[in-house]
């Protein structure tokens, strides 16, 4: 079901960038990324807190990308990405520092707004197919290089902005957020008490493209 859901917006994808009124080009640039649990865990036994476990780390993004102005200041953009996202995982008392990636093919659908010409205000939605998961350090024991243990589609939402240079060239600023837990079946044991949590992507995005028509 979710392969299906994710190849139907592909093909929604597909029909646009064939729309006569619609401008496709390519981009590619930097992912900054780290994740969190929600909420947030108690300390350790060190006092350590859960959220000072995750560190960034920097990854990158390439695809290609289709706008659709309604008018002079209106538009939807979409975009068809390959892009890897994660975290680092700091050195703790059980475990070894490591990095944690996780690789996605992406179709962000954004609604733009033009705030004066150059400059574009950007909003929308991402949904992402997890293609691989993969560790640096494997002598970590867990599930976090076992893709099957993943939710294999993840929703975020988007904010950003888009810069227009000269020569269909332009620069994108965004932060995605995920929505979507990672680990479906992550459980805190508190207290002799279960409680269900969330780990959560978070991302920025830096990126350069060129409009080809």
């Excluded at 108690?42 to 309604?70: K, L």
């Amino acid at each position: 079901m979710n392969i299906r859901y994710f190849l139907s917006l592909i093909l929604i994808f597909a029909f646009f960038t064939g729309y006569s009124q619609y401008h496709y080009g390519i981009k590619t640039g930097l992912n900054i990324n780290k994740q969190k649990f929600s909420p947030n865990l108690n300390s350790n036994s060190n006092g350590q807190n859960a959220h000072d476990v995750f560190g960034y780390i920097n990854t990158f993004h390439f695809g290609v990308t289709g706008d659709y102005f309604i008018n002079n200041s209106f538009g939807i953009t979409s975009e068809l990405l390959y892009e890897v996202k994660g975290t680092h995982y700091n050195k703790t008392e059980l475990s070894q520092g490591f990095d944690h990636k996780l690789t996605y093919i992406s179709l962000p659908v954004l609604f733009d707004y033009s705030i004066f010409r150059p400059l574009t205000l950007q909003a929308g939605v991402e949904t992402g197919y997890l293609l691989k998961t993969e560790d640096t350090y494997k002598q970590t024991e867990g599930i976090l290089d076992d893709i099957d243990q993943f939710n294999r589609l993840e929703f975020s939402g988007i904010v950003g902005f888009k810069y227009d240079l000269p020569a269909n060239v332009y620069l994108s600023i965004r932060y995605i957020h995920g929505i979507t837990s990672l680990l479906p079946d992550l459980i805190n044991r508190d207290a002799n008490e279960e409680h269900n949590i969330d780990l959560l992507n978070r991302t920025y995005q830096l990126s350069i493209g060129y409009v080809l028509k």
